[in-house]
């Protein structure tokens, strides 16, 4: 579908209500067809970060009260959730083609999300991570070097819950995601602030 391909510049550029998005994301993901559901794993990042826009603009704008902004930052916020809901049932699903592509998207997901949303990011990454297939799990580990700076300010907790995730990684009996590794174990170590190459080549000699 080429809604996957476009979407990105497509909704992050727009300034139209946000409604119609939300629609279409709600109902790509709750198809039951899994090529919808493809798209939607490629639309949901946009369409959060376009929210995080709204709303930020919506507290800016000095023509409303008080009221007015708490309410529309709130509305703002629980449709987040409700993105995030339907990613982590991507990432979940029974089709590998789905759990692929919430693989492939998934560090657009973390970065747009970041660490407010950490519980989230806790609970699907290492899913993905220990995924029965291979395709997927390479995609999954490949998202920790692309989850943006927020977790980088938090080194405690990326090492306390992410490092994991790489040791299994450097152990996998898959040699693509091995590959995803070695190629990543540098971005990773900076984006998360955390020694995580020298600890990978600790656990990598043991």
């Not at 699903?93 to 789905?98: A, G, I, L, S």
């Not at 759990?99 to 747009?112: E, M």
């Not at 290492?126 to 999954?140: I, K, N, T």
Request: with cysteine; glycine share 6%; charged share 20%.
């Amino acid at each position: 579908m080429h809604l996957e391909v476009q979407g990105a510049s497509t909704i992050s550029t727009c300034a139209a209500d946000i409604g119609p998005w939300m629609g279409l994301t709600k109902r790509l993901g709750a198809a039951d067809w899994f090529t919808a559901k493809v798209s939607a794993a490629g639309v949901v990042a946009p369409v959060f970060a376009l929210c995080t826009a709204k709303g930020r603009t919506g507290k800016m704008m000095k023509s409303m009260d008080e009221d007015a902004a708490t309410s529309s930052s709130s509305t703002y916020y629980d449709q987040q959730l409700e993105l995030l809901s339907l990613y982590k049932d991507l990432c979940s699903d029974d089709t590998p083609m789905v759990r692929r592509a919430a693989a492939k998207h998934l560090g657009s997901i973390l970065a747009a999300a970041g660490w407010s949303h950490r519980d989230f990011c806790a609970a699907t990454l290492p899913a993905l991570c220990h995924d029965e297939q291979d395709s997927v799990r390479q995609l999954a580990v490949a998202a920790l070097a692309n989850a943006g700076k927020s977790f980088g300010k938090h080194p405690q907790w990326t090492c306390q819950f992410w490092m994991p995730i790489v040791k299994d990684g450097s152990t996998d009996m898959s040699w693509y995601v091995l590959t995803v590794i070695i190629s990543y174990i540098y971005s990773i170590g900076r984006a998360y602030a955390c020694n995580s190459t020298r600890q990978l080549l600790r656990w990598r000699s043991n």
